[in-house]
Each structure stands twice: as C-alpha cells, then as structure tokens.
C-alpha cells in the first residue's frame, strides 16, 4: 500500500466574488523509499498541492491517505508531527538557534525530548556532514549548510514522508546537486518517501517518478 | 531538557530586549517611587500618633488631622483623669511658631509641648540629650531633619523662638510632619508662655492612656459624655483620619493613582509594541513551528515565557533603580517606603500586565497560516 496518496483533491479558493480552482482532482500516490519529482509552471498548483499533501491545507474536495488512514481535518497538526518532514526554499531555520538545536528543537515539537532528541538530533547532522558546524548559528552558515541542517530537520525522527518545496532554488548548480545526491541517498537508506516540488531539471536526475502539474491537473 | 526556543529568540536581539526590559523597569520604577513616596509621605502625616503612646485621643471637635490642631480649655483633662479605666490623661500642645536664625531669616517650626515627654516615651529617638531636662527652664530638643530648613545646629546653642531665647539641650532623628515643617519639643508651659494669647489656659490634645483591662469602648462613651464638644479617637482612627486628610484634601491619592496607571499604561504598550514587533518579525519562524507540527499552545508558551522573563528582568532592573533613588530622595527630606507586601505585588503585577500586553501577539499568530512557509 502506498504510504501516502491523494483521491480526487480539488482545491478553490475565493478571490472577491469569483471562485478559482486551483487543483480539478488530482489522483495521486507515492510508495516508501520512492522519489518524486513534481514539476510544473508558476501558478500550475504545486505548491498547493504540496500544502494538501502536507496537511497544511484541507482540500475543498478529495481526500488524503497517508499510511493508510484518511486525514481528519482536525488533526493536521498529529499527522504533520508524526507522519511529514519538510524542507523549504528558504530553509526557515531558527536564526537564534545552532544547526544542532534548529534539528533538536524539531524533535521536541515532536514530543522527543532530552538526551533521546539531542542523540537522533546529533545522528542526522552526522549523516547530511556538518557534525564540524553542528553548534554554528543560520547565519554562520552558506546556502547549502543551510539546506543541509533543513534536510537533517526533515529526516530528524521516524516520519515516513519528507516533502520539499524547491530545495535547490537558492543554491548554486553544484552545491544543487550536492544536496539533492545526499537527499537522495538518505531518503533511500532510511526508505522514506520524498515528494520534490521543483523547477530545477537536475531533480529529475535522482527522481525514480516525475510527475507534472499543469493548470490543476496531473500528467506523468 | 528541551530547547528554549523563547529565551534563545528573546536574547538573539539584545537591542530589542533591552528596550522590552527598560520599558518595564521604567514602569516598575515609576511605581515603585510614586507609591513610595505616597507612603512616605501617609507614613510621615501620622508618624508622631503612632509613636505617641496614647490609646485615645482627645480633640477639638472637627480637627482635620494632627498638624492643624485646634484650641480648648486645658482643664478638661481634670474631667479625663476622674473616669474609670483611665490610667494617664496629659495635655498635648501641637502649635506652629516661628524660629529667627542666627542669619536673620524666620523659618518656621512645629511644635509638641507636653509637661512630661519621659512617660510618654516621644520623642522616641533622642540622640543627644535628655528629654527630661526639657521640664527645667527654657530648653528645647530639636529634630536633626530641621537642619535642611534652618542649617547646621548643636547642642548648646540658642535660638530665638515668637521673640525668646531657648537652649537647644537635645537631638532627635525620625521625628517628622507631613508638612516636613521642623519639630521642636519643649515644655508645655513654655509652650503656653511662647504664645500665650492662644495657649494661656488652653491645650490642643489630651492624650489618654488606659488602665490593664480597661474597656476602650466604655472609655471612650464616657469621655464623649463628659466632652460633647470634643471628638475622642482611638490611635488608629486618629492616624487614619490624620493621613486621609492630605490625601482628600490635595489631591495626594488622586495623583498617584494617575501616575501609576500612567506608568503600567506606558510599561504595558512598551512591552505589547515590542512583543507584538517581535512576532511580526518572527512570523515566518511560527508558521515553520507550526509546519512541523506544533500548535498555537507551542508558539503561546514560547511568548509567554518571553514575557515573564521580560517582566521579571525588568522588575529586578526596575526594583534595583528604586532601591538606588532612597539615598537620594532621603536627602530632600522625603521618605521612599517599600514594604514587602509592595514589593510581591508590583512584581505580580509585571508579570500579569507583561502577559496582557503578550494577548495582541497571541491573537496574531493564533491567525497564522502554516502555507506561509511556502511563500517567498
């Protein structure tokens, strides 16, 4: 069974008197340890479609699985901290807090507390190699250290899905494919299903499925 | 343990934390000083009642409060002593009069006459001297607070009090008026002699001391009999009436209840303007807590700790500078009383109005939408 689909999402949203669609019934899934591509033009839905399968908006119509029970509307907050990891186009990471802490603080939210947070915090700045900058600051950091302590974010704890909204926009072509490769590599290792929301063609490379989002609807 | 977020974003802009912090100290010291001097001041208009040995007090009728005493027959003090219960009964003059300095100029002077100072154990802190010699001829024992209006003075010297010359033979501290006029003490038919158009025959007070046991009550029925033209108060009602006369009268209550709510006014839209700055700056930060899963409880307590630690932060900084203006207000003669009591409530206080002012952030990222972190 997929760890996350969507069934027939559709998606309006009210502009003064006129009601646009922004998604016209997207069928979609995405199985553990899988990567996705979802490509598409400004304006296509893809941001808001990421924002339904994130659980940070509802859709108007359609539902959301994700490890194979639908998602209440008023739990979103339950599935996002046990079921989802993002990673961000800006990072939006604490300015005040260190790259470990920005991981740690994450599993705290999470309701992982103590010497259990600071280990897994610790394990997953390991695994995306900034162990050496662990106790910097956001702003002693570049672009993709940046990206990087985000990504170890996303994969702090056991959630299965991780969803990134143009992870490589703000990184250079090389630092791009440096951060994708780890991406890639640990979303597999730790069979995690990863959902990349892109205009960057190099995401394609490490994309086992891209799927394109045109004017509210899917083609593959 | 867990990350403190709120204490770590708090600190991270140490310009707007201190401006947080100042505005609650300035709100706390403002507090701090007006109430204090507020009580300084009550504290000051009832002093000599409360250190006065007296369990009832006899006046004229109507008199307002201790320094604006009123005339009436000193033989009526025959009519106190004869009641049952009354143990003591002495005349007590309290008479304003003028002093001529040895520079020529004329200031004035309040004045408490009794025949024996001794057995009413005032003024209670004599340091120099001997308060019973005051009963053996033209002697007076001044308060050392006088030296501001009428400059140095010691033991020994005279001054020239309605025209005669008296011996200053003693010192008192402590003993002050609300009007911050000098006290003098000296023998109550000095007193009556310095003045005696007003005084001859007269007294101001009778000061009333009960027998072990006696009834007060029963006391005070008896003396209103025997004295219908004449008010009788027990210490406390007397101290009371003495201090809420000034605050009635000048508007003392008035001004200070305005200025204290001016100063929470001003602490609470410091600390509601910059929290409320802060989490519009920082919104993007609780939209990202709340994408990874938290709930407004997360980011409420995240703001309300900053504003306990701003409140407590600033009451410690705003207590300190309070603390550090008593020498400084005690050298213009004025007393700033901080009882604990005061202390516990204006730090409660801080706390509650730095919590109120962090409800207009609350309502704001209570509306925060978890999408913007998707946006540029």
Redesign the interface.
Known sequence: MSILQAHNVEKHFTEGRETVAVLKGIDFAVERGEIVSLEGPSGSGK?TF??IL?C??TPTKGEVVIDGIAVNAKRL??V???S?G?V???F?L????TAI?NV???L???GV??AA?RTEAERVINAVDLAERQNFLPRDLSGGQKQRVAIA?ALAGTAPILLA?EPTANLDSTVGTQVLEMFRTLAKKENRALVIVTHDPKVRTIADKVVKIHDGRLSQ | MSVDLATKSLLHDKLRFLITVSGVAFAVTLVFVQVGLFLGLMDNASLTIEHLDADLWVTSHNTANIDFSHTFSETYVKRVRSIPGVARADNLIVWFMNVSLPNGAVEGTEVYALEDFGRWNFPWNVIDGNITDLRRGNYIVVDDSAKKRWGPFSVGEYREVLGRRLKIIGRSIDALSFTTTPLTFMDYRLAQSLNPSDLRGNTTYILVKLAPGANIDAVRAELRHRLPYNDVFTRNEWARRSRTYWVDSTGLGLNMYLTVFLGCLVGIVVVAQTLYTSTMEHIKEFGTVKAIGGGNADIYSILAKQATIAAVAGFALGAVMSYALRPVIEKINLKLVIPTPLSIAVFIGSIVLCLAAAMISFRKVASIDPALVFRT
């Open positions: 941001t990421l924002s994130g940070i908006l907050n339950d996002r901290k046990r989802l993002f961000f186009q800006q939006n604490f300015p005040s807090l802490e740690e603080y994450a705290n939210v999470k507390r103590g947070a974010r909204d």
